[in-house]
């Protein structure tokens, strides 16, 4: 085992990548379903169970309330199936790597599946952050055939490229703050930004990952990853996308929610990427149904624009709309809570404060599906002659749209014809005066009633799925909308 000598934080706390405490049974369960006969013959006078228990006590010790997650063996399976071996054909070494490796799944899962591509391999690695993980490995010689070199993977200085990078990275946005998972120091999530170009605001560490390991393959190397589908359509992972789409073939596989319930509620998508300079700016994207996949769309000329799911239904209420929200609407978000509480000019308050003069500061539970409830809810207030002070929008009357879903995953929108100010998850729309739009008839109040219709919720469903459970603002400006002459034509059509 090669390891960092001063190796001073832990990157990821494995309970924040989604990894679960699993019970006994399940832990024993899930890591025989990993080892073949040959890894279980080594564990022979221990056995799985004392391994499992003496791992996990030795991990707790390290790093508090540290689980163990397994991906689903039938998923690990799946995607070693996915590997393109006439692409391997006529190498004569063939390298292999499994970044964030844990108990090395996935190179075992190449070992069980694909027995003479893991035979064949020269390299075979898995780099592994966590030390009592990587220690324990090693110490027991539990897979020997497999390099584990203790290092943060993101940091790695790697001296080789290679043809397959197959895992389950860690997900999360880095920070020390309590408010986010992965808890990384200002030095190290400083590096990181120096090193990953798609680095973009409030970037989640499985962005970097994909990044990273892209670049560590050869050309025609095959990356195949499962990770959160949110990169398909957030404005984080913007550069992500260009970078994807500069670089090769990128073919994602929709899996939806249910991979890793109950134990993890998370959208997620199988990542194929080809490394290719023939290939690059291809994108396939597909639906997995029962082992199966079936090709939804197919884009030979990708830029890397936001990856958008589309139906029958979807394309005929594009077909008849002319506009798109961010042709009519500039679209603004409300002031954050640390702005709110270090302003001079609001007053905090939790008592009802009978001054004509105050104006309770609204928030997302404020707002319901075509209505607004006036009355202070987050504690907070500002004379009506200073909430411009907050945001020069608030002096007039607006479409205010939640960032939350409300119900079965419905925008909420209502017109604030009030002007109040807001806070927090709330965007609001401003009518833009341009030449362009001159032909949009629609008024705010009859925008308002087509967000919250049964068409464009339906709309919502299909073309975002079950991806986020909030609404971006690129999700919002793409949304498409009708002139009064084809709203109504969208209602006898589609209604």
Avoid at 97 to 109: H, K, S
Avoid at 272 to 299: A, P, R, V, W
Avoid at 302 to 324: H, M, P, Q, Y
Avoid at 378 to 393: N, V
């Amino acid at each position: 085992m090669k390891n960092q000598e001063k190796f001073t934080h832990p990157l990821f706390d494995f309970s924040e990548r989604k990894l679960l405490n699993l019970n006994k049974e399940k832990e024993i369960e899930a890591l025989e379903s990993l080892l073949d006969n040959t890894y279980r013959s080594i564990m022979g006078k221990t056995g799985v169970a004392t391994h499992i228990l003496t791992m996990n006590d030795r991990v707790r010790r390290a790093r508090k309330d540290l689980g163990v997650f397994f991906t689903p063996q039938w998923v690990v399976d799946f995607m070693v199936n996915l590997i393109e071996e006439e692409k391997l054909n006529e190498l004569s070494n063939i390298n292999l790597l499994e970044p964030a490796c844990g108990m090395c799944q996935f190179l075992l899962g190449i070992k069980r599946n694909k027995k003479h591509i893991f035979d064949n391999a020269t390299i075979r690695i898995g780099v592994e952050i966590n030390k009592e993980i990587a220690k324990y490995l090693c110490e027991n010689n539990l897979i020997p055939d497999i390099e584990i070199i203790n290092e943060d993977y993101l940091l790695w200085e790697a001296n080789k490229h290679f043809d397959i990078i197959l895992g389950n990275p860690p997900y999360g946005i880095p920070s020390l703050s309590p408010h986010y998972t992965i808890k990384v120091d200002d030095k190290t999530k400083s590096k990181y930004k120096k090193i990953y170009e798609t680095w973009y605001g409030k970037y989640n560490v499985y962005g970097a990952f994909i990044e990273k390991s892209i670049k560590l393959l050869k050309e025609n190397g095959q990356l195949i990853f499962i990770v959160p589908a949110t990169f398909m359509i957030l404005d984080e992972f913007k550069k992500l996308r260009e970078f994807l789409a500069r670089n090769g073939k990128t073919e994602i596989i929709y899996m939806g929610s249910d991979v890793f319930k109950p134990e993890a509620d998370i959208t997620t998508v199988i990542l194929k990427f080809t490394k290719s300079t023939i290939e690059k700016g291809k994108l396939l994207l597909y639906d997995y149904n029962n082992g199966k996949i079936k090709l939804l769309t197919q884009n030979n000329d990708w830029a890397g624009n936001v990856i958008l799911f589309s139906t029958e239904f979807s394309k005929k209420v594009d077909k008849l709309c002319s506009f798109r929200l961010g042709d009519i609407y500039d679209v603004r978000i409300s002031p954050r809570t640390p702005e709110i509480k270090h302003n001079p000019n609001v007053i905090k308050s939790k008592e009802h404060i009978e001054n004509k003069n105050l104006l309770p500061i609204l928030n997302g539970s404020n707002l319901k599906i075509g209505k607004i409830v006036y009355k202070s809810i987050t504690g907070y207030w500002i004379e009506a002659d200073k909430k411009t002070k907050l945001r020069k929008f608030f002096n007039k009357p607006h479409i205010v749209v939640g960032l939350g879903f409300r119900g079965n995953r419905q925008i909420g929108t209502a017109y604030d014809h009030k002007a109040y100010p807001w806070m927090g998850d709330v965007y609001h729309l401003l009518r833009k005066h341009t030449l362009t739009n001159t032909k949009f008839d629609l008024a705010d109040e009859e925008v308002v009633e087509f967000l919250n219709s049964e068409i464009i919720k339906r709309y919502v469903n299909d073309v975002f799925r079950d991806i986020t459970y909030h609404f971006s603002i690129t999700q919002l400006k793409i949304l498409p909308l009708p002139t009064k002459d084809e709203l109504r034509k969208l209602e006898e059509t589609l209604l």
